[in-house]
Protein backbone atom coordinates (compact mmCIF):
# COMPACT_ATOMS: atom_id res chain seq x y z
CA UNK A 1 0.00 0.00 0.00
CA UNK A 2 1.39 3.40 -0.89
CA UNK A 3 2.15 5.75 2.00
CA UNK A 4 -0.59 8.62 3.05
CA UNK A 5 0.46 11.72 2.01
CA UNK A 6 2.12 13.98 3.61
CA UNK A 7 0.19 17.72 3.82
CA UNK A 8 1.40 21.43 4.94
CA UNK A 9 -1.36 23.77 5.30
CA UNK A 10 -2.11 27.31 5.75
CA UNK A 11 -5.25 28.61 7.52
CA UNK A 12 -5.74 32.84 7.45
CA UNK A 13 -9.01 33.71 6.42
CA UNK A 14 -10.68 36.23 9.24
CA UNK A 15 -8.50 36.47 13.04
CA UNK A 16 -6.75 32.94 13.07
CA UNK A 17 -3.33 32.34 11.76
CA UNK A 18 -3.70 27.75 11.99
CA UNK A 19 -0.64 25.90 10.08
CA UNK A 20 -0.68 22.12 10.34
CA UNK A 21 0.65 19.01 8.82
CA UNK A 22 -1.54 16.01 8.28
CA UNK A 23 -0.45 12.25 6.94
CA UNK A 24 -3.36 11.08 5.26
CA UNK A 25 -5.89 11.56 8.43
CA UNK A 26 -3.65 11.42 10.86
CA UNK A 27 -2.91 15.20 12.47
CA UNK A 28 0.50 15.32 13.05
CA UNK A 29 0.51 19.16 14.21
CA UNK A 30 -2.32 21.92 13.92
CA UNK A 31 -1.43 25.24 15.40
CA UNK A 32 -3.25 28.01 16.15
CA UNK A 33 -1.94 31.81 16.72
CA UNK A 34 -5.35 33.70 17.96
CA UNK A 35 -5.32 37.08 17.56
CA UNK A 36 -6.42 38.77 20.81
CA UNK A 37 -6.22 42.22 19.80
CA UNK A 38 -9.72 42.25 18.31
CA UNK A 39 -11.23 42.00 21.70
CA UNK A 40 -10.47 45.71 22.11
CA UNK A 41 -12.19 46.52 19.20
CA UNK A 42 -15.83 44.29 20.17
CA UNK A 43 -15.07 42.65 16.12
CA UNK A 44 -12.16 41.81 13.61
CA UNK A 45 -10.67 44.74 12.56
CA UNK A 46 -9.42 43.41 8.97
CA UNK A 47 -6.08 45.71 8.23
CA UNK A 48 -4.78 44.46 12.37
CA UNK A 49 -5.90 40.71 11.08
CA UNK A 50 -3.40 40.64 8.03
CA UNK A 51 -1.06 42.24 9.89
CA UNK A 52 -0.95 39.67 12.58
CA UNK A 53 -0.85 37.16 10.06
CA UNK A 54 2.50 38.52 8.72
CA UNK A 55 3.84 38.64 11.76
CA UNK A 56 2.66 35.04 13.36
CA UNK A 57 2.93 33.14 9.95
CA UNK A 58 6.32 32.08 10.01
CA UNK A 59 6.56 31.32 13.95
CA UNK A 60 3.52 29.21 13.62
CA UNK A 61 4.88 27.32 10.43
CA UNK A 62 8.04 26.68 12.94
CA UNK A 63 5.80 25.38 15.68
CA UNK A 64 3.64 22.96 13.26
CA UNK A 65 7.24 21.27 11.26
CA UNK A 66 8.55 20.51 14.67
CA UNK A 67 5.48 19.47 16.65
CA UNK A 68 4.44 17.28 13.79
CA UNK A 69 8.34 16.01 13.42
CA UNK A 70 8.56 15.91 9.85
CA UNK A 71 11.56 17.25 7.37
CA UNK A 72 10.38 19.89 4.89
CA UNK A 73 11.34 16.57 2.52
CA UNK A 74 8.36 14.67 3.82
CA UNK A 75 5.63 17.30 2.63
CA UNK A 76 3.89 16.13 -0.52
CA UNK A 77 2.00 19.32 -0.88
CA UNK A 78 1.07 23.00 0.37
CA UNK A 79 -2.35 23.75 0.72
CA UNK A 80 -4.42 27.09 1.75
CA UNK A 81 -7.34 29.11 2.27
CA UNK A 82 -7.90 30.59 -0.92
CA UNK A 83 -11.74 31.61 0.17
CA UNK A 84 -14.25 32.52 1.41
CA UNK A 85 -12.46 35.32 3.92
CA UNK A 86 -11.22 38.60 4.58
CA UNK A 87 -9.01 40.17 1.57
CA UNK A 88 -6.51 41.19 3.23
CA UNK A 89 -6.07 37.91 5.91
CA UNK A 90 -6.55 35.71 2.78
CA UNK A 91 -3.71 37.80 0.41
CA UNK A 92 -1.40 37.30 3.66
CA UNK A 93 -2.01 33.13 3.83
CA UNK A 94 -2.17 32.51 -0.41
CA UNK A 95 0.90 34.60 -1.07
CA UNK A 96 3.05 33.07 2.21
CA UNK A 97 1.70 29.18 0.91
CA UNK A 98 2.16 29.50 -2.51
CA UNK A 99 5.73 31.50 -2.47
CA UNK A 100 6.69 28.44 0.23
CA UNK A 101 5.01 25.59 -2.02
CA UNK A 102 7.19 27.40 -5.37
CA UNK A 103 10.46 27.56 -3.25
CA UNK A 104 10.16 24.17 -2.53
CA UNK A 105 8.96 22.58 -5.55
CA UNK A 106 5.62 21.38 -4.20
CA UNK A 107 2.11 21.56 -5.87
CA UNK A 108 -0.23 23.70 -4.41
CA UNK A 109 -3.73 23.57 -3.09
CA UNK A 110 -6.62 25.92 -2.98
CA UNK A 111 -8.93 25.22 -0.45
CA UNK A 112 -12.92 26.48 0.41
CA UNK A 113 -12.91 27.26 3.87
CA UNK A 114 -16.39 26.70 4.41
CA UNK A 115 -15.81 22.99 2.32
CA UNK A 116 -12.92 22.15 4.87
CA UNK A 117 -15.32 23.19 7.65
CA UNK A 118 -17.48 19.71 6.82
CA UNK A 119 -14.13 17.80 5.55
CA UNK A 120 -12.99 18.28 9.04
CA UNK A 121 -15.52 15.35 9.72
CA UNK A 122 -12.87 13.02 7.78
CA UNK A 123 -9.83 13.58 10.18
CA UNK A 124 -9.22 10.52 11.99
CA UNK A 125 -9.48 8.92 14.72
CA UNK A 126 -13.67 9.72 15.01
CA UNK A 127 -15.65 7.57 11.57
CA UNK A 128 -16.20 9.54 8.59
CA UNK A 129 -19.49 9.81 7.54
CA UNK A 130 -20.70 7.93 4.59
CA UNK A 131 -21.64 9.54 1.52
CA UNK A 132 -24.03 11.33 0.54
CA UNK A 133 -24.60 12.70 3.90
CA UNK A 134 -26.19 16.53 4.92
CA UNK A 135 -24.13 18.87 6.87
CA UNK A 136 -25.07 22.09 8.34
CA UNK A 137 -22.01 24.64 8.54
CA UNK A 138 -22.46 27.18 11.18
CA UNK A 139 -19.62 29.91 11.41
CA UNK A 140 -19.06 33.55 11.88
CA UNK A 141 -20.23 34.69 8.22
CA UNK A 142 -21.47 31.41 6.58
CA UNK A 143 -24.83 29.22 7.84
CA UNK A 144 -25.33 26.85 5.10
CA UNK A 145 -26.86 23.33 4.72
CA UNK A 146 -25.04 21.38 2.33
CA UNK A 147 -25.38 17.80 1.03
CA UNK A 148 -22.59 16.13 0.20
CA UNK A 149 -22.20 13.28 -2.42
CA UNK A 150 -18.01 12.83 -2.36
CA UNK A 151 -15.56 15.05 -1.32
CA UNK A 152 -15.57 17.36 -4.65
CA UNK A 153 -19.28 16.94 -5.03
CA UNK A 154 -21.24 19.22 -2.53
CA UNK A 155 -24.72 20.97 -3.09
CA UNK A 156 -25.97 23.98 -0.60
CA UNK A 157 -29.82 23.54 -0.18
CA UNK A 158 -30.20 26.13 1.87
CA UNK A 159 -28.63 29.02 3.23
CA UNK A 160 -28.62 32.71 5.59
CA UNK A 161 -30.42 35.49 3.62
CA UNK A 162 -29.12 37.50 6.35
CA UNK A 163 -26.95 37.23 8.80
CA UNK A 164 -24.66 34.09 10.13
CA UNK A 165 -26.07 31.88 13.23
CA UNK A 166 -22.19 32.66 14.43
CA UNK A 167 -22.93 36.63 14.12
CA UNK A 168 -26.20 36.17 15.51
CA UNK A 169 -24.84 35.08 18.89
CA UNK A 170 -22.02 37.63 18.68
CA UNK A 171 -24.36 40.63 18.02
CA UNK A 172 -26.94 39.37 20.85
CA UNK A 173 -23.35 39.55 22.63
CA UNK A 174 -22.79 42.62 21.93
CA UNK A 175 -26.13 44.22 23.10
CA UNK A 176 -26.19 42.36 26.41
CA UNK A 177 -22.54 43.87 26.70
CA UNK A 178 -20.70 40.96 26.93
CA UNK A 179 -17.48 40.86 25.44
CA UNK A 180 -15.98 39.51 22.24
CA UNK A 181 -16.65 36.88 20.55
CA UNK A 182 -19.85 36.79 22.35
CA UNK A 183 -21.16 32.47 21.04
CA UNK A 184 -18.89 30.99 23.50
CA UNK A 185 -19.99 33.38 26.36
CA UNK A 186 -23.65 33.41 25.54
CA UNK A 187 -22.80 29.64 25.33
CA UNK A 188 -21.81 29.36 28.95
CA UNK A 189 -24.80 31.90 30.68
CA UNK A 190 -26.99 29.30 28.33
CA UNK A 191 -25.79 26.49 30.32
CA UNK A 192 -27.59 28.42 33.83
CA UNK A 193 -30.37 29.86 32.65
CA UNK A 194 -34.04 28.44 31.78
CA UNK A 195 -34.39 28.81 27.61
CA UNK A 196 -38.39 29.24 28.24
CA UNK A 197 -37.66 31.98 30.38
CA UNK A 198 -38.43 34.88 27.22
CA UNK A 199 -40.03 33.71 23.36
CA UNK A 200 -39.17 35.00 20.54
CA UNK A 201 -40.79 34.84 17.33
CA UNK A 202 -39.49 32.61 14.46
CA UNK A 203 -38.99 33.83 10.99
CA UNK A 204 -41.12 32.06 8.31
CA UNK A 205 -38.63 31.86 5.46
CA UNK A 206 -39.66 29.43 2.31
CA UNK A 207 -37.51 26.25 1.91
CA UNK A 208 -34.34 25.33 3.59
CA UNK A 209 -33.04 29.16 3.61
CA UNK A 210 -32.94 30.75 6.73
CA UNK A 211 -33.02 34.32 8.23
CA UNK A 212 -31.38 35.45 11.69
CA UNK A 213 -31.48 39.33 11.56
CA UNK A 214 -35.29 39.67 12.00
CA UNK A 215 -34.72 37.96 15.49
CA UNK A 216 -31.91 40.38 16.68
CA UNK A 217 -34.08 43.16 15.95
CA UNK A 218 -36.37 41.68 17.77
CA UNK A 219 -34.18 40.85 20.82
CA UNK A 220 -32.92 44.33 20.57
CA UNK A 221 -36.19 45.70 21.28
CA UNK A 222 -37.08 43.33 23.91
CA UNK A 223 -33.94 44.38 25.62
CA UNK A 224 -34.44 48.11 24.92
CA UNK A 225 -38.16 47.96 26.37
CA UNK A 226 -37.02 45.86 29.43
CA UNK A 227 -33.93 47.98 30.41
CA UNK A 228 -36.36 51.35 29.92
CA UNK A 229 -38.41 49.76 33.39
CA UNK A 230 -35.00 48.58 35.01
CA UNK A 231 -31.84 49.29 34.26
CA UNK A 232 -30.40 46.21 35.94
CA UNK A 233 -32.73 43.95 34.03
CA UNK A 234 -29.85 42.46 31.45
CA UNK A 235 -27.64 42.06 34.76
CA UNK A 236 -30.18 40.36 36.75
CA UNK A 237 -31.78 38.22 33.69
CA UNK A 238 -28.25 37.03 32.06
CA UNK A 239 -28.60 33.39 32.12
CA UNK A 240 -32.63 33.31 31.25
CA UNK A 241 -31.77 35.64 28.49
CA UNK A 242 -28.52 33.71 27.24
CA UNK A 243 -30.62 30.57 27.04
CA UNK A 244 -33.79 32.18 25.40
CA UNK A 245 -31.61 33.63 22.95
CA UNK A 246 -29.54 30.46 22.64
CA UNK A 247 -32.85 28.51 22.10
CA UNK A 248 -34.77 30.48 19.26
CA UNK A 249 -31.38 30.48 17.80
CA UNK A 250 -30.91 26.48 17.67
CA UNK A 251 -35.09 26.17 17.08
CA UNK A 252 -34.07 28.20 13.09
CA UNK A 253 -31.34 26.01 13.04
CA UNK A 254 -33.21 22.42 14.13
CA UNK A 255 -36.30 23.23 11.76
CA UNK A 256 -34.32 23.53 8.76
CA UNK A 257 -32.08 20.79 9.30
CA UNK A 258 -35.14 18.41 9.72
CA UNK A 259 -36.89 19.98 6.97
CA UNK A 260 -33.82 18.90 4.91
CA UNK A 261 -33.69 15.40 6.23
CA UNK A 262 -37.59 14.74 4.96
CA UNK A 263 -36.19 16.35 1.76
CA UNK A 264 -33.63 14.39 1.06
CA UNK A 265 -34.28 11.50 3.36
CA UNK A 266 -30.91 11.45 4.21
CA UNK A 267 -30.31 10.36 7.86
CA UNK A 268 -26.59 10.95 8.73
CA UNK A 269 -26.77 14.40 9.60
CA UNK A 270 -23.15 16.48 10.42
CA UNK A 271 -22.71 19.93 12.00
CA UNK A 272 -19.50 22.12 10.84
CA UNK A 273 -18.22 25.33 11.85
CA UNK A 274 -17.19 27.70 15.16
CA UNK A 275 -21.11 27.36 16.23
CA UNK A 276 -20.95 23.74 16.54
CA UNK A 277 -18.58 24.24 19.53
CA UNK A 278 -22.15 25.16 21.11
CA UNK A 279 -23.12 23.00 23.74
CA UNK A 280 -26.98 23.75 22.98
CA UNK A 281 -26.80 22.69 19.38
CA UNK A 282 -24.41 19.98 19.96
CA UNK A 283 -26.81 18.36 23.02
CA UNK A 284 -29.59 18.97 20.18
CA UNK A 285 -28.20 17.04 17.24
CA UNK A 286 -26.92 13.94 19.62
CA UNK A 287 -30.67 13.78 21.32
CA UNK A 288 -31.21 13.15 17.08
CA UNK A 289 -29.51 10.50 17.09
CA UNK A 290 -31.07 9.18 20.43
CA UNK A 291 -34.53 9.66 19.50
CA UNK A 292 -34.79 9.96 15.27
CA UNK A 293 -32.51 7.38 14.38
CA UNK A 294 -30.31 9.88 12.60
CA UNK A 295 -26.62 8.75 12.39
CA UNK A 296 -24.99 12.21 13.81
CA UNK A 297 -21.52 13.43 13.33
CA UNK A 298 -20.30 16.17 16.01
CA UNK A 299 -16.66 17.29 15.50
CA UNK A 300 -13.93 17.60 18.34
CA UNK A 301 -14.21 21.25 19.55
CA UNK A 302 -10.42 21.58 18.09
CA UNK A 303 -11.90 20.99 14.82
CA UNK A 304 -15.31 23.52 14.89
CA UNK A 305 -13.79 26.54 15.23
CA UNK A 306 -11.23 27.63 12.39
CA UNK A 307 -7.69 25.69 12.10
CA UNK A 308 -5.93 24.75 9.23
CA UNK A 309 -5.72 20.10 10.00
CA UNK A 310 -9.54 20.78 7.90
CA UNK A 311 -7.60 22.86 5.38
CA UNK A 312 -4.91 20.07 4.83
CA UNK A 313 -7.32 17.31 5.07
CA UNK A 314 -9.42 19.07 1.88
CA UNK A 315 -6.17 19.78 0.10
CA UNK A 316 -5.24 16.25 0.97
CA UNK A 317 -8.49 14.94 -0.93
CA UNK A 318 -7.95 17.15 -3.92
CA UNK A 319 -4.94 16.21 -4.05
CA UNK A 320 -5.40 12.40 -4.38
CA UNK A 321 -7.98 13.52 -6.71
CA UNK A 322 -5.14 15.20 -8.93
CA UNK A 323 -6.12 19.16 -8.40
CA UNK A 324 -3.62 21.49 -7.70
CA UNK A 325 -3.61 25.64 -8.81
CA UNK A 326 -0.45 27.77 -9.48
CA UNK A 327 0.84 30.67 -8.51
CA UNK A 328 -1.55 32.93 -10.59
CA UNK A 329 -4.49 31.66 -8.08
CA UNK A 330 -5.69 35.20 -6.26
CA UNK A 331 -7.94 35.00 -3.18
CA UNK A 332 -11.68 34.93 -3.48
CA UNK A 333 -13.37 36.75 -0.43
CA UNK A 334 -16.79 35.56 -1.78
CA UNK A 335 -16.26 31.95 -2.80
CA UNK A 336 -19.65 30.01 -3.26
CA UNK A 337 -20.26 26.16 -4.45
O1 LIG B 1 -15.87 28.91 11.94
P1 LIG B 1 -15.41 30.05 12.78
O2 LIG B 1 -14.30 29.81 13.77
O3 LIG B 1 -14.98 31.27 11.90
C1 LIG B 1 -15.63 31.59 10.71
O4 LIG B 1 -15.35 30.91 9.68
O5 LIG B 1 -16.47 32.51 10.79
O6 LIG B 1 -16.72 30.58 13.55
C2 LIG B 1 -16.67 31.65 14.45
C3 LIG B 1 -18.06 31.87 15.02
C4 LIG B 1 -18.17 33.13 15.88
O7 LIG B 1 -19.34 33.82 15.50
C5 LIG B 1 -18.27 32.56 17.29
O8 LIG B 1 -18.99 33.40 18.19
C6 LIG B 1 -19.02 31.29 17.04
O9 LIG B 1 -18.43 30.77 15.87
N1 LIG B 1 -18.86 30.34 18.16
C7 LIG B 1 -19.89 29.94 18.94
C8 LIG B 1 -19.34 29.08 19.92
N2 LIG B 1 -17.99 28.98 19.69
C9 LIG B 1 -17.72 29.77 18.60
N3 LIG B 1 -21.21 30.23 18.91
C10 LIG B 1 -22.00 29.67 19.82
N4 LIG B 1 -21.54 28.85 20.81
C11 LIG B 1 -20.23 28.52 20.89
N5 LIG B 1 -19.78 27.71 21.83
ZN1 LIG C 1 -14.56 29.13 9.64
Request: net charge negative.
Amino acid sequence: MPTPPVILAFESSCDDTGVAVIRGREVLSNVIANQAIHEAYGGVVPELASRAHAQNIVPTLMSALEKAQVQVDDIQAVAYTRGPGLMGSLHVGAAFAKSWAWAHGLPMVPVNHMQAHILAHFLEPDPAPEFPFLCLTVSGGHTQLVRIDSPLDMTILGETKDDAAGEAFDKVAKLMGLPYPGGPVLDRLAGEGRSDAFRFTKPQVPGLDMSFSGLKTQIWQFLQQNVQQNDQFVEQRKTDIAASVQHAILEILMDKLEAGVERTGIERVAIAGGVSANRGLRARLQAKSDGANWQVFIPPMAYCTDNAAMIAVAGSMLYEAGFSGDLADEPVPRWTF
